[in-house]
């Protein structure tokens, strides 16, 4: 059975950072492109970042491109994401997924889904 767990996510106010966990069970780790998605209150789910299983493979939607760190320790099964210099609308659910395909200039829809953790920004 596979498992997606997220962590961090909390209240910051903007200009704050935080730094984001996902762990992942029941797969083999290094078979998977690893991708944070976010969705704000009334949007629609936007992949944000993903990270090829090498981890030297990495893209960053332009909405958040320069604020974002996506790393990844395969002895650890877990995939992390950095987030600086916060704003009110990176307030989201941020959910983190494991898929097989892999692409440069978008993250492809995961095959398996964490719950989410929720990031809130105060002005």
């Known amino acids: 059975q596979v498992q997606v767990v997220e962590s961090g996510g909390g209240s910051v106010q903007a200009g704050g950072s935080l730094r984001l966990s996902c762990t992942v069970s029941?797969?083999?780790?290094?078979?998977?492109?690893m991708a944070w998605f976010r969705q704000g209150l009334g949007k629609e789910r936007e992949g944000i970042s993903c990270?090829?299983?090498?981890?030297?493979?990495?893209y960053y939607a332009d909405t958040v491109k320069g604020r974002v760190t996506i790393s990844r320790d395969n002895a650890k099964n877990t995939v992390y994401l950095e987030i600086s210099r916060l704003k009110p609308e990176d307030t989201a659910m941020y959910y983190c997924?494991?898929?097989?395909?892999?692409?440069?200039?978008?993250?492809?829809?995961?095959?398996?889904w964490g719950q989410g953790t929720q990031v809130t920004v105060a002005a």
């Open positions: 990270i090829f299983w090498t981890g030297r493979e990495t």
């Open positions: 997924g494991a898929g097989r395909l892999w692409s440069a200039n978008r993250c492809h829809t995961p095959a398996y």
């Open positions: 029941g797969l083999s780790f290094t078979d998977y492109t």
